[in-house]
Nanobody
């Protein structure tokens, strides 16, 4: 089994910063990519940023590029999202995602895994 455990969410004032972390654990053979998605109330889940095993990053759009930075520590199987200059419209539940291969008793299985989500609220 695989677990993705997020941390670092909370309440912050507009213009403030937060750093989200997501640690993967379990019978992991390889992690191809990790990323962050978010879902605001009444809206669909949307991509925020992703990072591949080769450190190639992708940001969803100009609304976060320049303010958010995704990074990863391969040795810790952890992905981070540094969020600066936060705005009220960044308020959402942030979910960690990983595309990875796990080891079973008889096989290697590649799949898409999600964390439980962490709430980020930007408000004065």
């Amino acid at each position: 089994q695989v677990q993705l455990v997020e941390s670092g969410g909370g309440l912050v004032q507009p213009g403030g910063s937060l750093r989200l972390s997501c640690a993967a654990s379990g019978s992991i053979f390889n992690i191809y990519a990790m990323g962050w998605y978010r879902q605001a109330p009444g809206k669909q889940r949307e991509l925020v940023a992703t990072i591949t095993s080769g450190e190639i990053t992708n940001y969803a759009d100009s609304s976060v590029k320049g303010r958010f930075t995704i990074s990863r520590d391969k040795s810790k199987k952890t992905v981070y999202l540094q969020m600066n200059s936060l705005k009220p419209e960044d308020t959402a539940v942030y979910y960690c995602n990983a595309v990875l291969t796990i080891v079973t008793e008889s096989d290697l299985l590649t799949g898409d895994y999600w964390g439980q989500g962490t709430q980020v609220t930007v408000s004065s």
